[in-house]
Structure formats: C-alpha cells, structure tokens
C-alpha cells in the first residue's frame, strides 16, 4: 500500500492512460478524485474501492477552480488530459494548434494554478506531467502540433520543478511511445484500411507491439508517491 493516506486527483480518468493509472493508485490505498469529461466513463469506475468520480472539463478555467475547492489539499495531481492531432505542419490549421495547446498544455498550467498552493501550504506534494516521446524527446512523422504541445509540457514541467522542488514539490512528465487506448484504436479505425495501419504502428515499435496502459501506470504510482 505505496499509496494509504494519500490524496490524488487524475485528470481525463474516464480511460486510457490515466484511468489505467488511477486505478492502480487506488490499488496502492489512495484516494483517487478520478475526472473527466464524460460522465458515462465515469459512471464505469464508481463503486471501485478508493475511487471518487467527479465530471471535470479541463478547458473550464471556473470548473478547475470549483473542483480544486471541493477536492481540497491533494497529495499528487496527475494531468493526463490531452488529445492528438495527425499531421504535418501544413496539414494544421489555425483552430488545430489553439485547441492542442489549450488541452494538451493550457490545461495543465490551470490545474497548477488551482492545485500548487494547497500542496506548498503543506510543504509536500506530486505534480505528473502527461507529455509524449514525440515533443522534445523526439520528431515523429505526423505529429507538429502534438509534439509542439508535448514539448511545452514538459517546458512548463521544468519551469515548475525549477520553481518549487525546495519547497518539497516535485514536477515531473512522463513521455510514453505508443500506447493501445480507446483514442488510439479511433485513430487507427480512421485510416482507410485499419488492419494494415495497426501492422505499421506495431511496426514502428522497436519491442515489437504497442504498450498497454498497464504498463504506463506503474510509474504513475512511483511518481506519485
Ligand atoms: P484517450 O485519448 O483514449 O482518452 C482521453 C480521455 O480524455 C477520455 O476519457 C476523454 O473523455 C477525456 N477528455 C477529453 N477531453 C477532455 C476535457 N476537455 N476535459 C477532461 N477530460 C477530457 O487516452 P490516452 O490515449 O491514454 O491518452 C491520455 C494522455 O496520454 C493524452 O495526454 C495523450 O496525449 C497521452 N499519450 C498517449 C499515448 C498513446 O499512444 N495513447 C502516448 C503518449 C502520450
């Protein structure tokens, strides 16, 4: 039980990455305010033991606010909250890069704000960034505005680690390859021919497969406590 005693807030838990990683922090004995969106994905996860559901739109500046009051002081915040745009850079409109950095970045930087003061009143607290291998770390083919956003979080992950990790927080993004979640499989079924897709995202993966959100989470619950 890595995790008893310990508050923790996930954003977009409703699946993927984040509710693979919430549910495994409530496995470890936390707390965990899973968030999302979609109530309906929610409604899928109440009942399990240590999970509390709340409907949260990051986009929402007010509601992150209300939340954050509601929720109080957490141990650790994971922002996991954040989408994929497919192309080049003049494949992207205008309306495209506005929406990845409000999500992806814009967001983060909101949950910070509403979440940051609690944790330094009590000297102590986890901040976890949701960035990507494609960002800083690498350029992916189809992926500008993703990996532009991606880089920024964890620009803004640095900035806070920076900032506060004397004052016992600390700020950390993980950055996974391609992981097999709801969202991938949409993009995925968008191609023409889906099967041979999948061939060439499995392809692209030098162990041979994609990951499972399983196996993102682990060090969710490391990072968190
Ligand atoms: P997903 O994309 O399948 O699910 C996204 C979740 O976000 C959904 O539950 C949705 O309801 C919620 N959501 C969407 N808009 C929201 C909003 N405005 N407010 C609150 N919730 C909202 O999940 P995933 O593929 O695990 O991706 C989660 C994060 O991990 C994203 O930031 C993504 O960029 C990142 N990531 C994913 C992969 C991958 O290959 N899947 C790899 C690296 C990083």
């Known amino acids: 039980m890595r995790l008893k005693d310990k508050v923790v807030l996930v954003t977009a838990a409703g699946q993927g990455i984040a509710r693979a990683s919430a549910l495994a922090m409530a496995a470890e004995g936390a707390t965990v305010w899973?968030?999302?969106?979609?109530?309906?994905?929610?409604?899928?996860?109440?009942?399990?033991?240590?999970?509390?559901?709340?409907?949260?739109?990051?986009?929402?500046?007010?509601?992150?606010?209300?939340?954050?009051?509601r929720v109080g002081a957490v141990d650790a915040l994971f922002n996991c909250a954040g989408y994929v745009h497919a192309g080049s850079i003049l494949e992207a409109s205008d309306q495209d890069f506005a929406f990845a950095m409000s999500l992806n970045v814009q967001s983060h930087f909101w949950m910070i704000q509403a979440l940051l003061p609690a944790m330094l009143d009590r000297g102590t607290g986890s901040i976890i960034n949701m960035a990507s291998v494609a960002s800083s770390v690498r350029g992916l083919p189809n992926r500008c505005v993703y990996g532009i956003s991606k880089a920024a979080v964890i620009g803004l992950t640095k900035s806070v680690a920076a900032d506060y990790v004397?004052?016992?927080?600390?700020?950390?993004?993980?950055?996974?390859?391609?992981?097999?979640?709801?969202?991938?499989?949409?993009?995925?079924?968008?191609?023409?021919?889906?099967?041979?897709a999948r061939r060439q995202f499995i392809a692209r993966q030098p162990m041979g497969r994609l990951a499972k959100a399983e196996e993102i989470a682990p060090l969710v619950v490391f990072l968190a406590s």
């Open 34 to 69: 899973a968030t999302d969106l979609n109530s309906a994905l929610l409604r899928e996860i109440e009942g399990t033991p240590n999970i509390r559901t709340a409907v949260l739109d990051v986009l929402d500046k007010e509601a992150i606010v209300a939340t954050a009051e």
């Open 166 to 196: 004397g004052k016992g927080i600390r700020c950390n993004a993980i950055c996974p390859g391609t992981v097999d979640t709801p969202s991938l499989a949409d993009r995925i079924n968008a191609f023409p021919d889906p099967v041979e």
